[in-house]
């Protein structure tokens, strides 16, 4: 969320810039419209690449190191948006930035246009910010007494790494300080740590392949708790539960019987007055032990291989209704 509050300031501040500079036109250099579109392009990039490479780091984080208590959203890790972020973003904003030292190699005066100081100040002012939010996290954590996990600390020197390493760069850039050699340096650099990146993240929650499997799972769980609100309400109102999906769909609940990925039926089975199975074919094991729904306050962690849940109605809640007697005249 602060990357896209900060790209929106930056594209405001940038319109202000346009207006000043048409003003000042007299006593600034000019800024052109390819100027100030390639200027904006990249810090837009860069927010973009650094925004997922945090969110690909810290998907990681929570999967090699979950947490030990507390309950969770049940679903999985995904982490290919941020890999086809990175994958195109970077090189944009490494393209950008090469367009923008080729034109200043041309035309000097370029370096001191609005535009370029205005959008390489507020980065720096961005990053210091988020560097002192880091460090108030961590201290605010340690005076609270709260639990100082692996997990938290792999993020906060994240954050920390990456926005030292944007913020000295650009602190270099303002007191032009750097040259080609250092610009080609940081380049391969970023390559480095981003390629690594994608390598522990493949490492770590499987390929491609693994991932949509893991999603097939996951749509798989979520229709079986669609199926079980939906028994839980027909016994709410029959005070029974329903032989099959045929009798349960007499009361009109759209619930998805049919697993989108083998096309067979999921199976359902009345094994008591109260308890029933759910059952589905699953991919592969789910090692989230605290992946718990938040409604149901259960566990939906399965292995691999066919499965069934053991469900049971509480009665207590799900009461047979009362028929009140009609009253005879």
Request: contains cysteine.
């Amino acid at each position: 969320m602060f990357i896209i509050g900060g790209i929106i300031i930056i594209s405001i501040v940038a319109f202000i810039i346009i207006i000043i500079n048409l003003t000042n036109m007299e006593t600034q250099t000019k800024t052109s419209a390819k100027d100030f579109f390639i200027n904006l392009g990249a810090i837009i990039a860069l927010g973009f690449f650094v925004g997922n490479l945090l969110s690909l780091l810290f998907t990681i984080i929570n999967k090699a190191y979950p947490l030990t208590t507390g309950y969770n959203y049940y679903g999985s890790y995904s982490i290919s948006f941020p890999v086809a972020s990175l994958i195109i973003f970077f090189p944009v904003y490494i393209f950008l930035m090469w367009l923008l030292e080729k034109n200043y190699s041309i035309e000097p005066e370029k370096r001191n246009i609005g535009i370029r100081k205005w959008l390489t100040y507020i980065t720096l002012f961005i990053s210091g910010f988020v560097l002192a939010g880091d460090l108030v996290t961590v201290l605010y954590f340690f005076i609270d007494g709260q639990d100082i996990t692996t997990g938290f600390i792999l993020k906060v020197l994240s954050v920390l790494v990456i926005a030292l390493a944007i913020f000295f760069y650009y602190i270099y850039d303002a007191l032009e300080k750097t040259n080609s050699t250092y610009r080609k340096v940081w380049a391969a650099g970023s390559a480095v740590v981003i390629l690594a990146c994608i390598i522990w993240g493949f490492s770590v929650l499987g390929s491609p392949r693994t991932q949509q499997l893991l999603k097939y799972d996951a749509q798989k769980v979520s229709d079986l708790q669609n199926i079980q609100n939906a028994i839980q309400n027909f016994y709410s109102k029959k005070g029974t539960l329903p032989k099959d999906f045929a009798e349960l769909s007499t009361l009109n609940y759209y619930i998805n019987k049919i697993d989108s990925q083998t096309q067979k039926p999921y199976e359902y089975a009345k094994t008591g007055v109260t308890t029933y199975n759910l059952c589905a074919e699953f991919n592969k094991e789910s090692n989230d032990k605290n992946n718990i729904n938040i409604y149901s306050l259960k566990s939906w962690s399965h292995p691999a291989g066919y499965y069934c849940f053991s469900e049971n109605i509480n009665s207590n809640i799900y009461s047979k209704p009362v028929v009140y007697p009609v009253p005879t005249q």
